[in-house]
Nanobody
């Protein structure tokens, strides 16, 4: 099993900044994709940014130029630096990872989610 633990959410005024962090632990052979999604009240979960292995990061259009995702493969962590925050960035931010594990005699690749961390941007 794999656990994802997020930290760094909070309340910030519009124009401010926050940095989210996510640490993966457990039965991890390799982390493939790792990224962040968010869900606002009454809305569907949406991609914020994703960092595939050996490829360039991918950002949702609303956050391009304001958010920066980074990975530390040695520590199995991913961070999201958020700047010039807007009220519409408010929501629960969830860490997501696609992880390959070796269980028994086989490789298994599964998707895991963190519990989420609340980000609230006041106007």
């Amino acid at each position: 099993q794999v656990q994802l633990e997020e930290s760094g959410g909070g309340l910030v005024q519009a124009g401010g900044a926050l940095t989210l962090s996510c640490a993966a632990s457990g039965n991890i052979l390799r982390i493939n994709d790792m990224g962040w999604y968010r869900q606002a009240p009454g809305e569907q979960r949406e991609l914020v940014a994703r960092f595939p292995s050996y490829l360039d990061p991918v950002y949702a259009d609303p956050v391009k130029g304001r958010f920066t995702i980074s990975r530390d493969n040695a520590k199995n962590t991913v961070s999201l630096q958020m700047e010039r925050l807007r009220p519409e960035d408010t929501g629960v931010y969830l860490c997501n990872a696609d992880v390959t594990s070796f269980i028994g005699t086989q490789y298994h690749t599964n998707e895991f989610w963190g519990q989420g961390t609340q980000v609230t941007v006041s106007s």
